[in-house]
C-alpha cells in the first residue's frame, strides 16, 4: 500500500487533500514569501486520528509540518520545497470541549478559531483576552505554538500566560495528556512550557486548557495625536495610575502606516482633521459598570480628564474618545488593518523587535536612521505595541518596487536593525517566532549557549526530526 493510502485508512478521505488546487492554500503562506510542496495536506478530526498518523511518518520517516489557520508571519508553516513532507492541518479538531465560567477555565481542541473563543468566552460573561489582527482565522494551537502576543498583552500576557495545560502528539506518535485546569503544579520540569512557542518543531498540540477572565463591563478608546513616540512612553506610563491600572492596550502607529490603511482599506477615514506624525491608540477597560446619566462616572469621563491633562503638558496634540462601540471599533480598524495594508502596498521587511520600553524613543530615532541608511528611497513604516516594547519596526519597500527589486537590500536593512536591537538588548522576534525566515539570524544572534541547548533538547524530543524540521534551528 502507498504512504498516501495508508494515511487515507487513518484520516479518511474527508481528511486528505491530494490534489495540486486543493493543496495550493496549505503549501503558501498569509505574505506569499514562499511556496512549498507536500505529499499531502492531512486533517485529522482526532488526537488519535493525529496520533496515528505521526506514528506512520515516524516509521516511514516522512517529516510533517503543522498548520493551523496559516496566518503566520515567518513562513513556520510552510513545507519546503522538495515535496517529502506533509501538512497536518489541525483545522477539522474544532470544537469547544468545555467552559467552565466558575472555574475561569475553557478546553478546546487546538484548531478552534481564536474568534470562536473569545466569542464563547464573552457568552458566559468571561474574556478570553488575545486579540490580534488575524484573529477571524488564526487558531489556539498556532497561536500558542508561535506564542502569539497582540494588543492586550500589556494587561493580560501573551498566549503563554493564558494556558493552563495542554495536550500534545509527540515526534513518536504517542500522546502526552497534560490538559490539567492547575493554576499552580510545581511537580519537576515545565513540559508544557517547551511546546508553547516552539513553532510545531518538537511536537502536535491538539487540545488546550485555557484561562479566561471576568468580562469588562466599562470601556474607553481614544485616538490621540503625539508629538513624538517619547510622548507615548510617558502618556502611557501617566495612563496606568489615572486609569488605576486598567490600560488593556497602548499601540503606537507613525503616520506612514496610517496613509496605507487609509489607501488600501475601503470604509476607514482619518479621524482628526490634521494630519500628525505620529498617534497613540488607547483602550482602558474595567469590570466596574459605567454610570450614565446626569452623574456619568466612568473610564471615558477618567479618560477625558487625563487626555486634558495631557495637552497641558504638550504630550497629546489631538484626540478623539469614542462614545459609542461602532466608533471604537472604527480605531481599531485603521489599527488593525496595517498588516493587510502594507501587503496591498507590495513588498515589506517585517522586524518584529523589542527593546526595553523607556529606550523605544531613542530606538525610533537610530533605527530610521539606519533604515534610511541602508536604503535611502525606503519606506519606514513603524506602528505595534508600545507597551510592551514591541515595534513592528517594517520597511517598506520604495513605491512600485516589486520583490526582485527589494530583495537584495533585505540583509543589509535587517543587518543594520538587527545589530541595534542587540546593542539595546532586545529581541529579534518579540511576537512573530523564527519559523523559515529568521533562521539564520536566531543562529547569529543567539549565543552558543542557548543553541547548543535548544538543538539538544531538539534532538532528545524528536531524534528522527520529523517534526517541522529546518524550521528554527537547523540541526
Ligand atoms: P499557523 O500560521 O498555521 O502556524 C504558525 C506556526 O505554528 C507554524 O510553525 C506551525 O507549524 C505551528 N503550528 C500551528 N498549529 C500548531 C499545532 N496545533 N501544534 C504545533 N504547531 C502548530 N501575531 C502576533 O503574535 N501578534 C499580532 O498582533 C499578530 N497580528 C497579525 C495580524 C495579521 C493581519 C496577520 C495575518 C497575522 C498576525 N500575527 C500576529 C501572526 C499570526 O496570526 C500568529 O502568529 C498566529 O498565532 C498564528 O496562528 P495560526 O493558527 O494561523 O498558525
Ligand atoms: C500586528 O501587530 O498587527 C502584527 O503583529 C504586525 C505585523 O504584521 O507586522
Ligand atoms: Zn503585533
Excluded at 81 to 91: F, K, N, P
Aim: proline share 5%; aromatic share 6%; glycine share 10%.
Amino acid at each position: 500500500m502507498s504512504f498516501v493510502d495508508k494515511l487515507r485508512t487513518i484520516v479518511g478521505d474527508r481528511g486528505l487533500i491530494t490534489d495540486d488546487q486543493g493543496k495550493h492554500p496549505y503549501l503558501t503562506d498569509w505574505r506569499e514569501n514562499y511556496l512549498g510542496a507536500a505529499l499531502a495536506i492531512v486533517r485529522p478530526a482526532t488526537t488519535e486520528e493525529v496520533a496515528a498518523v505521526v506514528k506512520l511518518c515516524a516509521a516511514e520517516k516522512v517529516a510533517i509540518v503543522p498548520q493551523g489557520g496559516n496566518t503566520g508571519m515567518n513562513g513556520g508553516g510552510t513545507p519546503h520545497e522538495d515535496g517529502h513532507e506533509i501538512v497536518l492541518s489541525l483545522t477539522r479538531m474544532n470544537r469547544i470541549l468545555d467552559i467552565d465560567p466558575i472555574g475561569y477555565t475553557m478546553t478546546v481542541e487546538a484548531g478552534v478559531v481564536l474568534k470562536t473563543i473569545q466569542e464563547t468566552a464573552a457568552q458566559h460573561d468571561r474574556l478570553f483576552p488575545l486579540s490580534l489582527g488575524a484573529e477571524g482565522s488564526c487558531t489556539i494551537g498556532g497561536n500558542l505554538s508561535t506564542n502569539a502576543g497582540g494588543v492586550q498583552v500589556l494587561h493580560y500576557g501573551n498566549a503563554r500566560n493564558l494556558v493552563l495545560g495542554i495536550e500534545v502528539v509527540l515526534p513518536n506518535g504517542e500522546i502526552w495528556n497534560g490538559l490539567r485546569a492547575l493554576k499552580k503544579d510545581n511537580t519537576g520540569y515545565d513540559l508544557r512550557d517547551l511546546y508553547l512557542g516552539a513553532e510545531g518543531t518538537l511536537g502536535i498540540i491538539t487540545k488546550a486548557v485555557l484561562k479566561v477572565w471576568p468580562k469588562p463591563k466599562d470601556h474607553a478608546t481614544s485616538w490621540v495625536a503625539i508629538p513624538s513616540p517619547e510622548a507615548a512612553v510617558e502618556l502611557l506610563s501617566g495612563a496606568n495610575s489615572a486609569s488605576e491600572d486598567n490600560v488593556t492596550s497602548c499601540e503606537l502607529m507613525g503616520r506612514q502606516g496610517i496613509d496605507l490603511v487609509l489607501k488600501h482599506i475601503p470604509a476607514v477615514s482619518d479621524p482628526l482633521a490634521e494630519r500628525h506624525d505620529w498617534y497613540v491608540l488607547m483602550e482602558w477597560s474595567s469590570t466596574r459598570p459605567r454610570r450614565d446619566g446626569a452623574n456619568a462616572a466612568g473610564l471615558r469621563e477618567k479618560m477625558e480628564g487625563y487626555l486634558g491633562e495631557a495637552m497641558e503638558k504638550g504630550l497629546v496634540l489631538d484626540a478623539v474618545i469614542a462614545q459609542t462601540e461602532a466608533q471604537s471599533q472604527a480605531l481599531w480598524q485603521l489599527r488593525e488593518n496595517h498588516t493587510e495594508a502594507s501587503k496591498k502596498e507590495g513588498p515589506s521587511i517585517k522586524h518584529d523587535i523589542s527593546v526595553p520600553v523607556s529606550n523605544i524613543p531613542k530606538f525610533v530615532i537610530e533605527g530610521t536612521a539606519a533604515m534610511k541608511k541602508a536604503l535611502p528611497e525606503c519606506r519606514p513604516v513603524i506602528f505595534g505595541h508600545v507597551g510592551d516594547g514591541n515595534l513592528h519596526f517594517n520597511c517598506q519597500a520604495p513605491a512600485g518596487w516589486g520583490k526582485p527589486q527589494f530583495t537584495p537590500h533585505v540583509e543589509t536593512i535587517s543587518g543594520a536593525i538587527y545589530d541595534l536591537v542587540v546593542g539595546y538588548g532586545g529581541s529579534i522576534s518579540a511576537e512573530h517566532g523564527i519559523g523559515q525566515i529568521k533562521v539564520d539570524e536566531l543562529a547569529h544572534y543567539r549565543s552558543k549557549i542557548e543553541l547548543d541547548t535548544m538543538r539538544t533538547l531538539k534532538r532528545a524530543l524528536d531524534p528522527r526530526n520529523i517534526m517541522n524540521p529546518g524550521k528554527v534551528l537547523r540541526i
